[in-house]
């Protein structure tokens, strides 16, 4: 059994096993770059001054030690889903039975806007964290994405002077053409919009490009920038296309609700790496974390020989806590909004419970 990423899944996957044994005495593995997987949700708080750089970090390690799974920190280079076959970045060959895939997307920021010094892209994210921690307080900085991900690292940049010495900076936030949080409600948008003019961050509804090593939005410069900090979404990686698997037209591995690959029932993958058939669902951290024991279920079904029978069924509406960096958060729940300090002081709560909950399994708490 081959665990390929440590991503939001693959934890809940470990967690079953640490709590009910490996199942019928299957040998894993979990091929995983990093011995730690750190939670995105908690970065825009540890940018605001709100949590230490380390807060939100699942150990990896311990947990795949206690779940008496092998760890092999290299990455998936090639799949061979036929050969059942892994190829890893440094050369390595990892036969399967059954694999299952959490690798997270890649990042966009040099494909879509161009090649620079000063781009930063969130993803990987522990990347992310560590080039923006190297940097000196900023003060003018550009962040691209007006998707809930850029949005949150605005309002956190906007108010970095806490815990980062300096001025506060100059942060402008370029939505793109589709605007403020596409597929939000209105009421959500309208509410985000207000809190980043109350804070003074100019939002630009125009597309970021760097042209000619100039930073715009549209035709208008955005110049000077000391960083330009990009979340543009996920981007399949491309050994998942050029796996043979059944992916999407954008490359993501096609599954069922069984999280099930469509072509090669002996595979499975969940989180952003995966691109559901029955239904289209946003690239979230949500839906790799409840796709988790459903996944786990379906993988001890899948080592006993028997037809997985789990399936995912995403709510129609999810909870989206938006940090705003300054003691406040905005809430979305379908077409409802909400705003306050008890909004931020529940995202803690959910957030730290959920590293809590990992950190108990692993022995650290
Ligand atoms: C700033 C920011 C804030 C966000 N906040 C939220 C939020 O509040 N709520 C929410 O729902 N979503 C949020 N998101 C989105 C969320 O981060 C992703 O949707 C989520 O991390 C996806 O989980 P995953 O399990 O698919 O992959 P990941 O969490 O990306 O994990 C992938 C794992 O696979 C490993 N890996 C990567 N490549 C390979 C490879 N080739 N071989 C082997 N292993 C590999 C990685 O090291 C990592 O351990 C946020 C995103 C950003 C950028």
Known sequence: MLLIGGGHAHVAVLADWIRRGLPHGARAVLLTPQPILRYSGMVPGWIAGQHARDDGLVDLATLAQRARVELVLDRCAGIDPDARRVTTASGDVIAFDVASIDTGGEGRAAALLGDDPRLIDVRPIGGFVDRLAALPALTRVVVAGG?????????????QAGNRAGAPAEVVLVAGEDGLLPGFAT???????RALE??????????????????????????PAEAIIAALGSAAPAWARASGLAVDAAGFIEVDARQQSTSHPHIFAAG????????????????????????????????AGEAPH????????????????????????????????????????????????????????
């Open 310 to 365: 789990k399936t995912y069924h995403p709510r129609w509406n999810n909870l989206y806590l938006m940090n705003t960096g300054d003691g406040g958060a905005i809430a979305s729940y379908g077409p409802l909004a909400a705003e306050g300090r008890w909004v931020l002081r529940l995202k803690h709560w959910i957030d730290k419970r959920w590293i809590a909950k990992y950190a108990v399994l692993a022995g650290v708490a």
């Open 198 to 223: 109350r804070q003074g961050i100019a939002v630009h509804h125009a597309n970021a490009l760097i042209v000619g090593g100039a930073i715009m939005a549209g035709n208008e410069s955005l110049e």
């Open 272 to 303: 952003d790496v995966a691109a559901r058939t029955d239904r289209s669902l946003a690239h979230s951290g949500v839906h790799a974390v409840f796709a988790g024991p459903v996944l786990a279920a379906n993988l001890r079904s899948a080592l």
């Open 187 to 193: 009421a959500v948008k309208r509410r985000v919009a």
């Open 147 to 159: 998707g809930a991900g850029g949005v949150e690292l605005a309002f956190a940049l906007n108010n």
